[in-house]
Structures are given as structure tokens and as C-alpha cells.
């Protein structure tokens, strides 16, 4: 049976959000706040490439902090996860084969 026509436009929006335990509107939040934190990380590595004295180790620090938020705490609902369309290249299948 096809998919009503909401549900196709709306599953673009809120399949990935599913996936990782989130509403649209939380996963919109969290994402601006990576971007924020990501953008000051940016600022701290280009005062620190023309003063290479200051913010020394800022850059690192935040991009550490974001990875233990993003991948360290990750939850993922695997049953939600958005299947992809098989590849015709084989490389799913030499990469299932390495991680097997």
C-alpha cells in the first residue's frame, strides 16, 4: 500500500529525528546549538592560526565537548532508521564483509 501524501512530505523532516529519539523541533534545536558552538570553535581557530599564542587548545576543547554530545550520548532507535536504497557499486557489500 503507498504512503499517503503527508506522510511522504513529512518524512524527510522526521524520519532522522526518529532515529536518533528526537521531535523535528528538538532535533532543530540541537542542531542550532551544534552550529553555534561550531561557529565559535571556527573563531577561536582563526584568531589562533594569525596569533598562534592564543586559543591554543579552545578549538580542540569544543570540538571534543561536541563530539562526546553528538556520538559518546548518541541513542539511536535502530527500528526508525530510514532504510537506504541498495548500491549497485558493491561497496555495501565489501563493507558489510570488513565489519562482519
Known amino acids: 500500500m503507498p504512503r499517503p501524501a503527508v506522510s511522504h512530505l513529512t518524512a524527510p523532516f522526521t524520519d ?3 532515529s536518533v529519539g528526537e521531535s523535528y523541533g528538538a532535533h532543530m534545536l540541537h542542531a542550532l546549538s551544534f552550529a553555534g558552538s561550531l561557529a565559535v570553535a571556527a573563531g577561536a581557530c582563526l584568531v589562533h592560526a594569525f596569533l598562534p599564542f592564543l586559543c591554543v587548545k579552545s578549538g580542540s ?3 571534543t565537548a561536541l563530539h562526546d554530545r553528538m556520538v559518546t550520548n548518541r541513542v ?3 527500528a526508525a532508521r530510514p532504510s537506504r536504497p541498495p548500491s549497485h557499486s558493491g561497496k555495501d557489500a565489501t563493507n558489510r ?3 562482519a
Do not use: D
Open 97 to 99: 564483509a570488513a565489519r
Open 61 to 63: 576543547r569544543r570540538i
Open 76 to 78: 539511536r532507535t535502530p
Open 16 to 18: 532522522h529525528p526518529a
